[in-house]
């Protein structure tokens, strides 16, 4: 089956600091990349949706000077929170979908198992 | 715009028993309807999905649902639960834009007891 890798898992880091995460689609072509966070016993918000090739596009609220994203292959989407502050700690996921060859809708989105972000 | 939601925030189950989880949609077209589930501090995982076809729908680790257009319902349901099913499950409904975004209800969480 399809897989998303994320890394790092956890990432703990102090106030002010950057932080890079990176999503990568194992055995399948991602046309597509999204980000999600991720609060406390709550549901997935949408963040941004990448492209490979183009400049990501963000959900309204998300400051996209503040979480950079960078979609440089079909296989790797990266998150750069940057001068990340206590209220940017959270759990962020990624997810890829896959690039259909031919035939069906390919609108599966696949998802990395999450990064846990505390900022200190 | 559409929407999904999930009404039941919170099941509690016993091993064994059966499991039903609720999911409206609402969606002006046909949706691309999914089930995903996520164990705490792991990403999402795929239990099965609805494009088209038969309404009745197969996935992973025994779960099945139905998708009932009368009714914008997607329910998810698995006969007998077993302790390693306790996690947050997601309903989710995908657009046929050119981006393939999902939206996501608000997750039930199972627990399941001895």
């Known amino acids: 089956g399809a897989v998303v890798s994320q890394h790092p898992s956890r990432v703990i880091c102090k106030s002010g600091t950057s932080v890079k995460i990176e999503c990568r689609s194992l055995?399948?072509?991602?046309?597509?990349m999204f980000w999600y966070r991720q609060f406390p016993k709550k549901s997935l918000m949408l963040m941004a949706t990448s492209n490979e090739g183009s400049k990501a596009t963000y959900e309204q609220g998300v400051e996209k000077d503040k979480f950079l994203i960078n979609h440089a292959s079909l296989t790797l989407s990266t998150l750069t929170v940057t001068s990340a502050h206590p209220e940017d700690s959270s759990f962020y996921i990624c997810s890829a979908r896959e690039r259909k060859l031919a035939g069906g809708p390919g609108n599966i989105q696949y998802f990395g198992a999450g990064t846990r972000l505390s900022v200190l | 715009a559409q929407s999904v939601t999930q009404p039941d925030i919170h099941i509690t189950v016993s091993e064994g028993a059966s499991l039903e989880l609720r999911c409206n949609y609402s969606y002006g077209a046909t949706p691309y309807l999914f089930w995903y589930v996520q164990s705490p501090g792991q990403g999402l995982q795929l239990l099965l999905k609805y494009f088209s076809g038969d309404t009745l729908v197969q996935g992973i680790k025994g779960f099945e649902a139905e998708f009932k257009r009368s009714q914008s319902s997607f329910n998810l349901r698995k006969p007998s639960v077993h302790w390693s099913d306790a996690a947050e499950y997601f309903c989710?409904?995908?657009?046929?834009?050119?981006?393939?975004?999902?939206?996501f209800g608000a997750g039930t969480q199972v627990v399941v007891t001895p």
């Open positions: 989710a409904v995908g657009t046929t834009d050119s981006w393939g975004k999902l939206q």
């Open positions: 055995d399948f072509q991602a046309t597509t």
